[in-house]
């Protein structure tokens, strides 16, 4: 419960460099559909060293109360010093659920925090639906394979919620109130150095309104020409990669889509030799029309396709540009 006796229902912000992370407004609006189900209240909490500003515009952006926990020196992000803050501050506001990302941040924090506080986690939320005890947790299962529904038997929980999953709050008619706490930096065995170094991008990826993107399923570098011939054939495309293709060094990292990579919303995307594992998803899953080819029927890619395609691509895609005229030895 909340101080003012509702269930209350914490999302802890993410940020960086260049300011508030685009997933903290998804864990806001994941944040109040909570908190509407449990008839309770919602509130963000943004953690670091200079923090008003950021809980400003986190309070400007979503309509919620902010609470900014000022915390000289946490100049970078730290999960031990996140596990140990959250851990001191949380009980005396005794909130049902807290939500973090399931990125690599909130994974660092996340699960230590449920274990410190004696509470539950449910990892990798994708939606919530509500049954006749309270909410449910629908997550992907079996590498992506399967979908399945989570039960809590008690309260509270610490949730993490997948990038991507929940539309992000539209920018609030009314901005909320913001409060900021100072707390010390706790004692950390670990540090995050300063001068990170951002990882490259490609800008046109962002841009494009066709993505044809490859998987391991392409087999070897040498069948990733096809695919450049493919994206050749849309005015406006980019070619792409899913982790595995970019850790092999067939695409540059600039071209990598997923968790750890770029987010990408096209209007077409063309999901080639990729399994659909969730480390890709998240990255995609917001693309207008997805058409996934692969020869493995049960590949989980294509339980988010509109159109799947089982065949082997090194035949497919080379029939594909003949039927458009762009096959070898023709300009794409």
């Known amino acids: 419960m ?26 806001a609006a994941c944040a109040r559909e909570l908190a509407q189900a449990l008839g309770g209240e919602a509130r963000l909490l943004v953690l670091g060293d200079g923090v008003e500003p950021l809980a400003s515009e986190a309070a400007r952006l979503s309509g ?10 946490l100049t970078e992000f730290s999960g031990e010093a996140y596990r140990a803050l959250l851990a001191e501050l949380l009980p005396a506001w005794s909130p049902a659920m807290v939500l973090a990302a399931h990125t690599t941040s909130g994974l660092d924090w996340a699960p230590g925090l449920a274990m410190r506080l004696g509470v539950a986690l449910v990892s990798g939320v994708e939606a919530i639906e509500h049954g006749e005890s309270g909410p449910l947790f629908r997550r992907a299962a079996w590498h992506g394979k399967l979908s399945e529904l989570v039960e809590a038997q008690a309260e509270p929980l610490v949730l993490t919620v997948q990038p991507g999953s929940f539309p992000a709050l539209p920018p609030a008619e009314t901005p909320g109130s913001v409060e ?15 001068g990170q170094a951002p990882l490259e991008r490609d800008a046109a990826l962002g841009a494009a309104s066709v993505v044809v993107a ?4 392409v087999g070897k570098p040498e069948n990733l020409e096809p695919l450049r011939r493919l994206s050749a054939l ?31 919303s096209p209007r077409l995307y063309l999901a080639c030799g990729i399994s659909g594992a969730r480390q890709h998803t998240v990255g995609m899953q917001g693309s207008g029309y997805i058409v996934a080819i692969n020869n493995d029927p049960n590949a989980a ?24 005229g762009a096959g070898p030895g023709r300009e794409g």
């Open 2 to 27: 909340s101080l003012a006796g509702k269930p209350l229902v914490v999302a802890v912000a993410e940020h960086g460099p260049e300011g508030l992370a685009p997933v903290s407004l998804e864990l």
């Open 180 to 194: 900021v706490l100072t707390r010390e930096l706790p004692p950390c065995r670990a540090r995050v150095r300063p």
């Open 64 to 73: 919620l109360t902010v609470t900014g926990l000022e915390v000289p020196g």
């Open 234 to 264: 849309f005015s406006n495309a980019a070619l792409a990669g899913s982790r595995p293709v970019c850790d092999l060094g067939w695409l540059g990292y600039a071209r990598q889509v997923g968790l750890t990579g770029a987010t990408v």
């Open 301 to 324: 890619i294509f339980n988010l396709a509109d159109v799947g395609v089982v065949e082997d691509l090194n035949a497919f895609i080379p029939a594909l540009l003949e039927l458009a």
């Open 214 to 217: 490859a998987g391991r399923g």
